[in-house]
């Protein structure tokens, strides 16, 4: 019997499945062997496979397409060895992976363990980011900084257990059609105990082609998966619990996961903010007539809920989201002014303009002095699919190497917003604080008399679901 099996399930993947092969086959620990599950590939993935003249590698094709499960599964059920680990077709190990985890596995005094690592994620066009796996805490389902499932952001790919935890817990489940692995290590989390390897092991590529035409399968499987958790979240996160169902709930009968797998949400967004919309000018007298004479004082509290800034302290840097108007130049520059940081770092937004229209001259003309005095730098972003703050939060990380102390300013309505996009990249970010340059005005209640503000409100509450959709799917 072979030390490890390794299973590796592949569709369509013939451009990547010979680096994920051979990240295996350098591994400095030999003692494995290699299950490839071919789930009924149309391209050349099965001469590649058969390109590689080594004993240790065993391939089965499907004719027919199946689930991911079910092809883990098959996997599964002819591994041989004593511990199992996976990889996907699409990713890869780095060099020492295998032998430091069989390491811990075999010093380890509980004969039902996992050992897992942190991964380089390699998004599309975005550099290369450092992903701190979670903490997996015994009897937690919901990480409550995420916002998820505690097991959401552990790749499986960065794993090695022991069989008998799998003999405990048993196979995937395949009547998922994503969310397979997840749903698996919440299973295997409450049978066996989890060594945390705070070091990258594997490389993760976010891939082409399949995120956009597989929305809709994800919302089903969220909501799969509030029925098969339906007691414990009603017991221990009844929050999260509702939170999650409205907002599957209103991507699937509402027409926004249509919206957004199609590439519209730009022109969303830009009709809900149209001051030409029929239903926005009716919302308008609606709100002024009626929620706001009743509710004002109610709403205008709850709308400072967006508004959540931390505490100014001494940082390294200061980052000003785009579009840098007034407000946040004005924010920044009073920080600046009291000492807390010697650099300031500011965006242009998509088409790449450094101010808005918002922007006056002496705002300007202090930018370019600080400019010249080296004190600020300008950072442009080329345009994307993927949201423009999410872009920015991932060139902050990438300049900060997760180890800067950050301020990042920008306006009331958008700081929770962005924390939630900080807390998903940044997992531990004890340095970064995020300062609202306005914050004050929302505690006005004659704010909700603003039409401007209303559109505002209402488009925000719409961003926000949305980007929490958005980054589940990361």
Not at 121 to 140: D, T
Not at 182 to 208: A, D, G, W
Not at 248 to 261: K, P, T
Not at 365 to 389: A, M
Request: charged letters at 25%.
């Amino acid at each position: 019997m072979v030390k490890v099996s390794i299973i590796l399930p592949t569709y369509n993947r013939a451009h990547t499945i010979e680096r994920a092969i051979n990240s295996i086959l350098t591994q400095d620990y030999n003692e494995f062997e290699v299950i490839i599950v071919d789930n009924g590939s149309t391209d050349n993935t099965k001469e590649l496979v058969e390109s590689f003249s080594d004993a240790r590698i065993r391939y089965q094709r499907f004719d027919e397409k199946t689930g991911p499960g079910a092809a883990r599964n098959y996997g599964l059920s002819k591994a041989t060895g004593q511990y199992i680990a996976f990889l996907d077709s699409d990713d890869e190990w780095l060099a020492g992976k295998l032998g430091i985890q069989v390491r811990v596995l075999e010093e380890s005094s509980e004969t039902d363990s996992l050992v897992y690592t942190d991964m380089w994620w390699i998004p599309l066009n975005h550099g290369k980011i450092y992903h701190v796996s979670p903490k997996m805490v015994p009897g937690r389902l919901i990480n409550q900084q995420t916002r998820f499932y505690q097991a959401f952001f552990l790749g499986i790919q960065s794993t090695l257990m022991s069989r008998s935890c799998i003999e405990r817990v048993g196979f995937f489940r395949e009547d998922l059609n994503c969310f397979e692995d997840m749903e698996f290590l919440i299973r295997l989390q409450r049978e066996c105990v989890f060594h945390h390897i705070k070091q990258p092991l594997v490389n993760y590529y976010e891939t082409s082609g399949s995120v956009s035409s597989q929305q809709n399968v994800e919302l089903n499987v969220r909501s799969d998966l509030l029925k098969i958790y339906k007691d414990e979240l009603l017991e221990k996160n009844r929050s999260f619990y509702y939170r999650e169902k409205l907002i599957v709930s209103l991507f699937e009968r509402s027409g926004l996961a249509s919206y957004f797998s199609k590439g519209n949400r730009l022109s969303f967004f830009a009709w809900i903010k149209s001051e030409n919309s029929p239903y926005m000018r009716s919302f308008q007298r609606f709100w002024i007539r009626v929620i706001s004479p009743l509710f004002g004082g109610f709403l205008s509290g709850f709308a400072a809920r967006f508004a959540q800034t931390d505490t100014a302290k001494k940082v390294d840097m200061i980052a000003i989201m785009a579009p840098p108007n007034n407000n946040r130049l004005e924010k920044a520059f009073e920080l600046y002014d009291r000492g807390l940081a010697e650099t300031i770092l500011m965006f242009a937004d998509n088409s790449h303009e450094i101010f808005s229209d918002q922007t006056n001259e002496a705002n300007k003309r202090k930018v370019e002095c600080l400019k010249r005095d080296g004190v600020l730098e300008y950072l442009q972003h080329s345009n994307s699919e993927v949201p423009t703050t999410l872009t920015e939060i991932r060139k902050l990380y990438e300049l900060s190497e997760a180890k800067q102390s950050l301020i990042i300013v920008t306006d009331g309505f958008h700081t929770r917003r962005t924390r939630m996009v900080v807390d998903s990249l940044f997992v531990e970010q004890p340095n970064i604080s995020i300062i609202a340059a306005q914050s004050q005005k929302l505690q006005c209640n004659n704010w909700w008399h603003s039409f401007s503000a209303i559109r505002t409100y209402f488009t925000e509450f719409t961003k926000q679901l949305y980007y929490r959709h958005f980054l589940l799917r990361r």
